[in-house]
């Protein structure tokens, strides 16, 4: 059972550039979520989909969109890439938002904006 | 918005006991995950707590105070493996999850 899968697993972009990270999974889950990791931050919310065809905006969600067109796939785009969102970059599902489910994380994806 | 704070650094000895304290303040509570993070790789999901008490999973306990905005996962019996860091998380009114930034946790023979 592959889980959740995320590609790249690393990536450097040019400031500008525009990008889209992929984020895939196979458990069924109607909860996606995105989430940047920077050193001595912890995990922070950028967006998240409840269910397939909404999204709603995390914590830190400027520069960023998301979409979910089905259940599987939950991709992250950055339109103009910025320096400062140099970042490691997890997906993660759940099956729903509520009660005991817990997340499950993707491999991630180290993103360096130069 | 969410407050949720733990040590960021404890050193331990194999075979020794570490408890990881977490203090959070959030809008509204719906429970309490600890994950673990090995260096480079993705946070798995440890334990889970959302009435007060003691939850055990083999070696590793978590402990949730509701009223006192405080948590513990407590590791016993250390192993060279349990080195990584510790994330405490807690989903808020909103059902959203906020993140501690981790203890680092290092295991010395």
């Known amino acids: 059972t592959a889980g959740i899968t995320q590609a790249p697993t690393s990536q450097i972009l040019a400031a500008g550039r525009s990008m889209t990270l992929r984020c895939t999974q196979d458990?069924?889950?109607?909860?996606m979520y995105w989430y940047r990791q920077d050193l001595g931050l912890g995990l922070r919310l950028i967006h998240y989909s409840n269910t397939a065809g909404t999204t709603g905006k995390g914590e830190v969600p400027d520069g960023y969109s998301v979409s979910r067109a089905n259940t599987d796939d939950f991709p992250l785009t950055l339109a103009s890439a910025v320096p400062s969102q140099t970042s490691v970059y997890f997906c993660?599902?759940?099956?729903?938002?509520?009660?005991?489910?817990?997340?499950?994380f993707g491999p991630g994806t180290r993103l360096t904006v130069l | 918005g969410q407050n949720i704070d733990q040590p960021t650094e404890m050193t331990a000895t194999e075979g020794a006991i570490v408890q990881i304290n977490c203090t959070y303040q959030t809008s509204g509570f719906n429970g309490l995950f600890w994950y673990q993070q090995h260096a480079g790789e993705a946070p798995t999901f440890l334990s889970y707590?959302?009435?007060?008490g003691l939850e055990e999973k083999g070696r590793f306990s978590s402990f949730l105070s509701r009223s006192k905005g405080y948590s513990y996962l407590l590791l016993k019996e250390l192993q060279m493996k349990d080195s990584a860091s510790y994330l405490c998380a807690v989903r808020g009114g909103d059902y959203k999850l906020s993140f501690g930034a981790g203890t680092t946790v290092t295991v010395r023979a």
């Open positions: 707590n959302v009435l007060d």
């Open positions: 458990m069924r889950h109607n909860a």
């Open positions: 993660a599902s759940s099956e729903t938002t509520s009660g005991g489910n817990e997340q499950f």
